[in-house]
């Protein structure tokens, strides 16, 4: 059966600015946040359109270590994509893991709302968490460097 967590960060950076980082994860991430993602390899596409799959590598100390993720679907305009979890670390515990990202302007900053839609291979009553927070800490980390910057 399918269930859904969600989230909704709200950050002190532009839309705009917020969106870009999230399209340029691939270069970005594992320069800005070396704590946490060691590498990010394109396996096919150019890595930010539909039908692009990435590997995804974290530091130790991570809830997971791998995830090969397939972004099915980009809308720049309206600063959404959606992308599904497709190998990895995560797919032992998981049948499916889908992920929506839509950031939106706020205020002087913006709001992102990240929303996951997954079936569970184990019968466990509990939403993943641990995921929920390395979310939240990436669009605030995310926040951080471009506050920098």
């Not at 993720?69 to 992308?83: G, S």
């Not at 184990?122 to 929920?132: C, L």
Request: aromatic residues 10%; hydrophobic residues 35%; glycine residues 6%.
């Amino acid at each position: 059966m399918p269930e859904q967590m969600e989230v909704d960060v709200e950050v002190k950076i532009s839309a705009d600015k917020l969106w870009d980082t999230l399209r340029n994860s691939v270069t970005v991430f594992p320069t800005a946040f070396p704590e946490l993602y060691k590498t990010i390899e394109v396996l096919e596409g150019d890595g930010k359109g539909p039908g692009s799959v990435r590997l995804l590598t974290f530091t130790e100390g991570n809830p997971f270590a791998v995830s090969k993720e397939k972004i099915e679907a980009v809308d720049d305009e309206k600063k959404t994509v959606t992308y599904s979890v497709i190998d990895g670390d995560l797919m032992k515990f998981y049948k499916t893991y889908k992920c929506h990202i839509y950031v939106e302007p706020k205020g002087e900053g913006s709001l992102v709302k990240w929303t996951c839609d997954y079936e569970k291979l184990v019968d466990d009553p509990n939403e993943p968490v641990m995921i929920k927070e390395f979310a939240v800490k990436t669009f605030k980390d995310i926040e951080a460097y471009n506050l920098k910057a």
